[in-house]
């Protein structure tokens, strides 16, 4: 281009006619510049550093305005814009006349862009800064008449966008930065989309914070019972109104395998309030959590309080039902048949737990579930399988039969198994056989005691008047121990269940040898009282008989009341005269003292040792003071020893008025006794009973202290062996009246 052309923009077409369009920026304030020669094109390979679009700015396009001149131009006047053709550059360059500003110098706005037919979308992006040239001279008036002919087509095709004329000053130098690849831009819509609706987010977040501020959180329920989006008054006042009667109402308990109810109340539970309150959060922040709050509910347990001493006997009285002992497997006999007893584990209430979770479950709703302890069992099933099979059922496959003499038999019938048989566990899961041969023993004796001989001990007779010994007589027993010694065998044999009856002597507890040893040919000790009435003599007589030929071994001691056994109406003993609570009386039985106060006597001079007797409460005349004794059935007892190296015997003699003890033996002591004189009397009082059975009359008599000296000397030597003093005080007769 020439400098006789005047001002131009110039434009540049690829052959191929693909240069993308390039938007000329306008002169807003024109201003005077240099005016230079040629506008070289950018080298945008080497010399000029790229520009991105964010860097360089999109140039806003505008509609082309009329710009007044100060002064009339001509239309002829004004030079037409001429396209050339560069050939050496391949450029086609279009010049656009600028209508300068009022009162400054005309300027041209040049836009150019290289013509290469490599332009890719980087090139095109790029921008080159626009040059402000100096207005050339006016153009002849047929290269104006070109521009309105030829130029608009051109124009048309490009559709270039003037911008309000403004002073574009050059942009600093700027290092290259690399253009967005074009797969980017595939994700700026969608990111606009995502932040709107991250912003209405946003927005509707606060929005929500700010309308639930000072409510519970959205959502919360205690005990199933709604309380969200309430200030917290309105939630205390739901709570008690929904959950308090809860408090009062039975709640369904299950402990192993039982059911039953607890009324909390009862229990000693109730609902602390304030910590139940308490419990629920702030509203969240986490908007993730708000967001979920519209679709589910967060519960909140409820904090009880606890009366220990009322929920721990609640505990109580549900342990009473649920506990149960485990059921131990065993096995059972019943009509003679064997059957098994399956075990089964109990169970024990954790008391303590199961109040704790009672306390904390309650208000849920549904049944609490409360722990126990099973009680294991020490016998399996497999136990019980096992000894019912092998031992039991065998065991009552049939009787078990005991042969005796003379072709008598013992028979242990099945229905009679179950008392000799039991099993026990053996502490490892199985039971152990125990057979009670003591049961078989007690069973089968009976049946064959006549074919058996009694042994008998050695006695005496006093025919002659003297002791003379009758021998005694060897038994001939059945040795039961032996005989059911096979009795494990024989329950469990299905064959032959019978054994023979093992026979064997049994010695006399009292041999003829030994009796004939014993050295009992004399009297050693006698007494004899009388003055009884009919009734007690009856009575004396017959426990007299019973100690009649009664023989105490060296070192033995006699017991009264054991020998004679009791002594009722069965034994035919009948009702006589007692003391009775200090006063007389009668029983069944009464005179048997008399004979007590006689034996005693001749224990006392037989120098026998004294174990036990007991005087009467007061002084019967018939009787040596401070030397008599009184006997009661079970209670009161007459016992002494025997001390001497020789037997000792008892011969009674009874008559209708009175009774005679003897102590037969060998004599090796003498016994002399010393009554003392009566000290301390005491007058009688007066009783006054009515008339009929139940009241004796008495004239009374005084009571008093008395004692009684025994000196006991050896026989042979007359040296003092022992010397012992006894002091008794007797309680005064009461006058009884009968009125």
């Known amino acids: 281009m020439s400098d006789e052309e005047g001002p131009s923009v110039e434009k540049t077409n690829s052959e191929d006619s693909s ?3 390039q938007e000329l920026e306008s002169v807003e304030e024109p201003q005077a510049v240099e005016e230079t020669e040629s506008v070289e094109e950018p080298d ?13 700015g999109e140039p806003e396009a505008v509609e082309p305005e009329a710009v007044e001149a100060p002064n009339p131009v001509d239309e002829d006047a004004i030079d037409s814009t001429e396209p050339t053709v560069d050939e050496s550059a391949n450029e086609v360059t279009t010049v656009i006349p600028v209508v300068p500003a009022e009162d400054a110098p005309p300027t041209e706005v040049v836009d150019s862009a290289p013509a290469t037919e490599a332009i890719d979308e980087q090139t095109q992006q790029f921008e080159p800064p626009a040059v402000v040239v100096p ?3 006016p153009r002849p008036e047929f290269v104006q008449q070109y521009d309105t002919q030829q130029f608009e087509p051109i124009q048309q095709q490009y559709e270039p966008v003037v911008r309000e004329p403004q002073v574009i000053a050059p942009p600093p130098p700027q290092q290259p930065v690399a253009p967005a690849p074009a797969s980017s831009r595939k994700w700026v819509k969608p990111a606009i989309a995502v932040g709107a609706i991250f912003a209405v987010a946003v927005i509707a977040y606060g929005v929500d914070i700010f309308t639930s501020s000072g409510k519970t959180p959205r959502g ?6 709604d309380i ?3 200030t917290p008054a309105d939630a205390e006042a739901t709570l008690r109104a929904q959950l308090g009667p809860r408090l009062v109402e039975p709640v369904a308990v299950h402990a192993g395998g039982v059911d039953s109810e607890i009324v909390p109340a009862s229990a000693g539970v109730d609902v602390d309030w304030s910590a139940t309150l308490s419990g629920v959060n702030a509203q969240p922040i986490n908007p993730i959590t708000r967001i979920t709050s519209f ?3 967060r519960e909140v347990p409820v904090v009880s309080t606890v009366d220990q001493g009322a929920l721990d006997a609640s505990m109580s009285q549900l342990a009473a039902n649920s506990d149960r002992a485990p059921v131990e497997g065993a096995v059972m006999f019943e009509d003679g048949k064997a059957t098994g007893v399956s075990p089964a584990a109990g169970q024990a209430l954790e008391a303590q737990q199961a109040g704790a979770t009672f306390a904390a479950e309650w208000s849920d709703g549904g049944v609490v579930d409360l722990p126990v302890d099973e009680v294991p069992v020490t016998v399996t099933q ?5 000894a019912l099979q092998e031992i039991a059922i065998p065991a009552v496959s049939g009787d078990v039969v005991v042969n005796g003499r003379d072709g008598k038999v013992a028979t242990l019938g099945v229905d009679q198994i179950g008392e000799v048989l039991t099993f026990t566990p053996d502490g490892s899961g199985g039971l152990t056989p125990q057979y009670n041969t003591d049961a078989a023993i007690k069973i089968l004796t009976p049946q064959l005691v006549s074919t058996e001989v009694q042994p008998k001990d050695a006695s005496f007779t006093f025919a002659g008047g003297k002791p003379t010994v009758v021998p005694g007589v060897v038994g001939d027993l059945i040795n039961w121990p032996d005989t059911v010694k096979e009795l494990p065998v024989l329950l469990g044999s299905t064959a032959s269940r019978a054994t023979p009856a093992v026979y064997g002597p049994v010695p006399p507890a009292l041999t003829t040898e030994a009796a004939n040893a014993l050295g009992i040919n004399e009297v050693i000790g006698e007494f004899t009282t009388g003055g009884f009435e009919y009734a007690s003599g009856v009575n004396i007589g017959l426990a007299a008989s019973e100690i009649d030929g009664a023989v105490i071994k060296p070192g033995d001691t006699f017991s009264l009341n054991e020998y004679t056994g009791p002594r009722g109406a069965a034994q035919g003993y009948v009702e006589s005269g007692i003391i009775n609570n200090g006063r007389p009386d009668k029983a069944v039985g009464g005179g048997i003292s008399q004979l007590a106060t006689t034996l005693y006597n001749a224990t006392y001079f037989a120098g026998m040792d004294d174990v036990a007797h007991t005087e009467h409460s007061y002084y019967i005349s018939r009787y040596p003071e401070a030397r008599e004794a009184t006997i009661f059935d079970g209670a009161i007892d007459l016992q002494f020893r025997n001390p001497a190296k020789t037997g000792v015997m008892i011969e009674t003699i009874a008559t209708s008025s009175n009774i005679t003890v003897r102590i037969w033996g060998t004599k090796t002591v003498d016994v002399a006794s010393t009554t003392g004189p009566r000290t301390s009397p005491t007058s009688p009082n007066t009783v006054t009973l009515p008339e ?5 009359a008495s004239s009374g008599a005084p009571g008093f202290t008395v004692s009684d000296t025994r000196v006991i000397t050896d026989h042979a030597s007359g040296a003092e062996i022992s010397s012992n003093t006894r002091t008794v005080k007797y309680d005064p007769v009461p006058i009884v009246k009968c009125e």
């Open 295 to 297: 679709f589910g509910s």
């Open 44 to 56: 945008t390979s080497e010399d000029t550093e790229p520009v991105s679009e964010a860097e360089a």
């Open 135 to 137: 207005p050339k001279p």
């Open 692 to 696: 009929g059975p139940g009241c004796v």
């Open 228 to 230: 969200g989006d309430l």
């Open 382 to 386: 497999a136990g019980v399988d096992r």
């Open 19 to 21: 240069l993308p369009e």
């Open 220 to 225: 919360t329920q205690v005990a199933g019972v």
